[in-house]
């Protein structure tokens, strides 16, 4: 076979193969969606995660749900608790995204607030955060990030609790919160 008819036979070859590859992209993006998943009570469509999720049993640790319920034991009735507090929650930086990307998805264990009224309204006043310092705490990222919150809650005059891990109850807890009331 002559190199004139080799190359004609090769470009052939890889026209064809490009139009399989053509065909087989465009019956891949034209081809008809599912519906998505609809769940019972929605008003509007529900459409999958990518990912698997699961539903957590709780959102704390079995310390963190026995402090959380020692300390609402112990709190009078004007404070309440928030668990999992994100610092965002308590910490503004207008206008400087990078400051405010410092704190992004960091959160404390809890943040206790005074409930004030004026007038009729009402609103939460942050008084103190608490960590509840368990054994991640002596990993050198997070003594870094605590020295970090540490730093922030100085800087922001909000009073931050840090608690040793631990089993305790209404009383020993109301003696690491009292001075904070």
């Not at 112990?74 to 610092?87: G, K, R, S």
């Amino acid at each position: 076979m002559p190199p004139d008819e080799i190359f004609r036979m090769i470009i052939i070859i890889a026209a064809c193969f490009a139009g399989v590859l053509l065909l087989v992209w465009l019956m891949v993006k034209l081809r008809p969606r599912k519906k998505p998943a609809k769940f019972e009570g929605a008003t509007e469509e529900w459409i999958a995660p990518d990912y698997t999720y699961n539903l957590k049993a709780s959102p704390m640790t079995a310390n963190e749900s026995r402090f959380y319920f020692a300390l609402r034991d112990v709190l009078p009735d004007h404070y309440t608790v928030i668990p999992q507090l994100p610092l965002t929650a308590v910490v503004e930086r207008p206008g400087q995204g990078a400051a405010l990307n410092k704190i992004d998805r960091k959160s404390v264990d809890f943040g206790v607030f005074r409930v004030a009224r004026k007038g009729g309204e009402r609103a939460l006043r942050p008084c103190f955060l608490i960590e509840l310092d368990d054994e991640t705490h002596s990993l050198s990222y997070r003594e870094e990030r605590d020295k970090f919150v540490n730093g922030l809650c100085r800087q922001i005059g909000l009073p931050l609790l840090r608690v040793p891990s631990g089993e305790y109850g209404a009383e020993e807890v109301g003696k690491f919160v009292k001075p904070y009331l």
